[in-house]
Structure formats: structure tokens, C-alpha cells
């Protein structure tokens, strides 16, 4: 009879263990962000009240991590402009933090005439690649 049980229990981690994997792509990055603010918390790093604003707010993830690429930053937190602009993609779009980030910084790019690829749009500029008779 115990064995019964064994097997039982085998084939439901087994199985179990299959479905995680399958959909890892759903679950794992809210455990991932939540995995990260809590061993924040708990390692006795204290983020600034405004960087703790932000990571609350969403603004975090694998690729921008606040709490670990700004541990020893002077700033009181994200710009606010910027911050309150993701937000606002973020909402209007229903996509993720790391999304509205690009969408954003894209839009920048834009305003300040500057391509995709970070080279300047003005036919003008002089850049390292035009020095070396390179076209992009």
C-alpha cells in the first residue's frame, strides 16, 4: 500500500514538474520580480524611499534591476518625468515595465534625433564610422 502512495506521489511531482516547465514563461517572471524585492528586503539593503517608490510602482525587472545597479548612486531616484511617462505606456498599453522602457526610450531617441541603432540622424554629424569611410 505504501508503495501505491510513493508512485502516486512520483507521478503527480513528475507531472507537476512538467507543467512548471511548460509554463515557465507566464510564472516565472512575477516569481522572479517578487523573488527580487523580497531578498532585497531581507538582505538589510536599504534603497533610497523614492528607488523603493519606483520598484513598488513596477518599475523593475530582470534587465533593470533598481537595487542592484544603483547601490551606490548619489540620485534620489528616477527621473520623474521619465518614470511617470513609462507608467503612463505601461497603463495605456497593458505591457510590461521593460517594454514601455524601450517604447520610451525610443520616443526620446526620436526627439532628439537620434536613429535606433543610438547614431545620430543629423547628416552633419561627424561620427568614428565616417571618419573611417564607413556607411552605415
Do not use: C
Amino acid at each position: 500500500m505504501a508503495k501505491h502512495h510513493i508512485a502516486g506521489v512520483a507521478i503527480f511531482v513528475l507531472i507537476a514538474g512538467v507543467v512548471l516547465f511548460v509554463l515557465r514563461g507566464r510564472w516565472f517572471p512575477q516569481v522572479s520580480d517578487w523573488w527580487s524585492r523580497r531578498s532585497v528586503r531581507l538582505s538589510g539593503y536599504s534603497t533610497l524611499s523614492s528607488f523603493r517608490r519606483d520598484i513598488e510602482a513596477g518599475l523593475n525587472s530582470e534587465h533593470f534591476n533598481i537595487a542592484h545597479d544603483n547601490a551606490n548612486d548619489s540620485r534620489k531616484g528616477l527621473d520623474e518625468e521619465g518614470r511617470e511617462a513609462i507608467l503612463r505606456i505601461m497603463k495605456a498599453q497593458n505591457i510590461s515595465f521593460d517594454e514601455a522602457r524601450l517604447q520610451y526610450t525610443k520616443s526620446k531617441f526620436s526627439d532628439n534625433q537620434i536613429g535606433e541603432d543610438g547614431m545620430p540622424l543629423d547628416p552633419k554629424a561627424i561620427t568614428f564610422s565616417k571618419l573611417r569611410g564607413e556607411t552605415s
